[in-house]
């Protein structure tokens, strides 16, 4: 057989090899997944929650694949969704079967999935609709998600096995929700010209919970509630604040968030002083309650962390790091906390600071901290501040602390008398007996987050239109902590795990790391620039004080040394400035290239040397 015949021969074979394996591979029930996070594999509480079904239950894919128009992202993305559900079906036991159906227009498969609540997408350019969501069933249950999105492409498990938990159940837990936040919307009116939509955590939590809103004039607390979340109150009475204890002392468990600056009633103050209304309560606090339950918390400071700063636009295309705005990533996060362990990063706007003192039976983990370096700043002093000058305020601490603490064990009521005003007049024997049914103590279970802005969108999701279409992308995993939370104190904990796993994106947090550094040493210089400034100036006062031209300043020899030592001073400071950033900047494009070139030449370099391996490994064996 002549050579050349030979090598084409042994191509052939070698592509046909290689379709062969692809396709046996494409069909094995065998994964691997190498990504960091493990985002591609299904997750224990995924495993765990299939381990419990009890009926078998459908799962009906409806994915249109003959779509004219329809992007290849599209396609790719109905193929990862598939494949994730095949894996399910693997994991049930035979307890999950799977359907998919590819609904053409005008037929009686697109009837079927727009009567169970499937949305029709539009393929841009043909405009052809076409179909990708999903339908569960269950004995006459039946629930949907009305349409899958790769911008949603990291929530897709928690998606499916969200639905699959939700199809499950006859009648939701109800939750109890306390709070001043905008969270179901705002309609308008004169002192709210600016109506707004509700909040997707509330959207989350009314996906496996009843919602139960608790009236601002309460005085009692319904007794059919599974669980509490107090956000963000203000203007409690003491009766509404003993309603509170009692509950908190019932052993429910009660998420509080409250919050020494909110972003949201810093913008409704600016609103309402526009229409003669008054200013709204900026900080919340449960004094009372936190004073008998052993935690520090002051509603008047502002964590601040230069380690742990977000980049904001400073205006004049200018980026600053604003230190009250926390990027919180998974260094600062319990691993020893379902709520918390499979978390990324979070976004705290002017969080507050706390502390929950140690006493006997009682267990206090703290969820969320800050680096060591933290420090405070007053809330009221971030009205009008810019990131420098917060920057110069901020004093680095030498510990880290707790922006969210997870409280449980015995707790002693804040009102040892009873209720409050219950002890006057004729009722006083009716007091005596209501102190005495009033619970004195209990074993509580209390989750204390010192923060309320990460409840909202603004924070945590970007909207984005997708082919006429609203659909929402997740900036941080602030949502995920609402919901984790709340399924943590009430819900499944097989759904907490799943939502660990969405993003893909990783921090480059040596660049972070040298940006806080050098902001560091700048502020360190600006501020010793200052408080030389400060001195000049008080020196001219005091020259311009012995003058007697009738307080005004005489250029005398003195005054002008004094001026232009300043001058010489303020232009090597800028010149320092300038210098410290550049070398910032150095130090950052370096490695950037470092990195491009390490990501070019690795799989040249790695089958480079395969080759030269192979090469010599065959001539020896020759």
Do not use: C
């Not at 074993?443 to 929402?472: C, H, K, N, Y």
């Amino acid at each position: 057989m002549k050579p050349g015949l030979v090598k084409t021969l042994a191509v052939v074979l070698l592509a046909v090899v290689l379709l062969l394996v692809n396709f046996l591979a494409a069909r094995l029930p065998v994964r691997g997944d190498l990504t960091a996070g493990q985002i591609y594999t299904l997750s224990e509480g995924t495993r765990a929650l299939l381990g419990k079904l009890e009926e078998p239950v459908t799962l009906q894919l409806y994915a249109s694949r003959g779509t004219a128009g329809l992007p290849t992202q599209y396609k790719n993305f109905a193929d990862r969704v598939e494949e994730m559900l095949r894996a399910y079906v693997r994991a049930s036991g035979g307890k999950l079967k799977l359907e998919i159906i590819a609904p053409a227009p005008d037929t009686t498969e697109e009837e079927k999935a727009q009567a169970a609540g499937l949305q029709a997408q539009q393929a841009p350019g043909s405009g052809e609709p076409f179909y990708l969501g999903l339908v569960a069933v269950q004995a006459e249950q039946q629930k949907a998600i009305p349409a899958f999105s790769p911008q949603r492409e990291e929530l897709l498990e928690y998606d499916v096995s969200s639905l699959i938990h939700a199809v499950q159940q006859v009648s939701k837990p109800k939750l109890g929700i306390l709070t001043k936040l905008p969270l179901a919307g705002q309609p308008f009116n004169m002192m709210n010209p600016r109506p707004s939509r509700g909040q997707l955590i509330r959207d989350e939590w009314a996906k496996s919970y009843e919602l139960v809103t608790i009236e601002d004039g309460f005085t009692t607390l319904p007794d059919n509630l599974d669980a509490l979340a107090v956000l963000h109150p203000t203007g409690l009475s003491p009766a509404q604040e003993y309603a509170l204890d009692q509950f908190i002392l019932s052993g429910k468990p009660v998420l509080v968030a409250v919050d020494p600056s909110s972003t949201w009633f810093k913008r409704q103050g600016g609103q309402q002083a526009m229409f003669g209304g008054g200013s709204p309560d900026v900080s919340s606090d449960l004094p009372a309650l936190f004073k008998a339950y052993g935690v520090k918390y002051d509603a008047q400071q502002v964590v601040g962390d230069q380690a742990l700063a977000t980049p904001i636009n400073a205006g004049n295309g200018q980026i600053a790091r604003m230190p009250v705005w926390l990027s919180i990533t998974e260094k600062n996060l319990t691993a020893a906390s379902p709520a918390t362990a499979q978390l990324g990063s979070l976004l705290f706007v002017e969080a507050g600071g706390l502390s929950v003192e140690a006493r006997e039976g009682r267990e206090v983990l703290p969820l969320i901290e800050t680096t060591a370096t933290a420090g405070t700043v007053p809330g009221f002093s971030l009205q009008f501040s810019q990131p420098e000058e917060i920057s110069r305020t901020l004093v680095a601490g030498t510990e880290k602390k707790t922006l969210a603490a997870l409280v449980r064990g015995p707790l002693k009521t804040a009102f040892p008398d009873g209720a409050p005003g219950s002890d006057a007049g004729a009722d006083k024997d009716k007091a005596k007996d209501a102190a005495a049914s009033s619970r004195k103590e209990g074993s509580a279970t209390l989750l204390i987050v010192a923060d309320t802005d990460w409840l909202l969108d603004d924070f945590s999701v970007r909207r984005v239109p997708v082919f006429g279409q609203e659909m929402v992308q997740p900036l941080n995993d602030n949502l995920f902590l609402g919901s984790n939370i709340v399924d943590f104190l009430a819900g499944s904990p097989d759904l907490i795990a799943l939502r660990g796993k969405r993003s893909a994106q990783r921090p480059f947090t040596v660049v972070a790391d040298m940006e806080a550094a050098a902001q560091k040493k700048y502020n360190a210089q600006l501020s010793a620039l200052e408080t030389r400034i400060s001195g000049v100036q008080a020196k001219i006062s005091e020259l311009q004080g012995k003058t007697p031209e009738g307080g005004r300043l005489v250029a005398t020899p003195e005054v002008l040394a004094e001026i232009e030592k300043f001058q010489a001073e303020e232009l090597q400071m800028r010149r320092e400035r300038r210098d410290i950033r550049r070398a910032l900047r150095e130090d950052i494009d370096a490695l950037e290239t470092k990195l491009l070139v390490i990501n070019l030449l690795a799989t040249p370099v790695l089958l480079g040397a395969f080759g030269l391996w192979f090469a010599r490994h065959r001539r020896v064996a020759t």
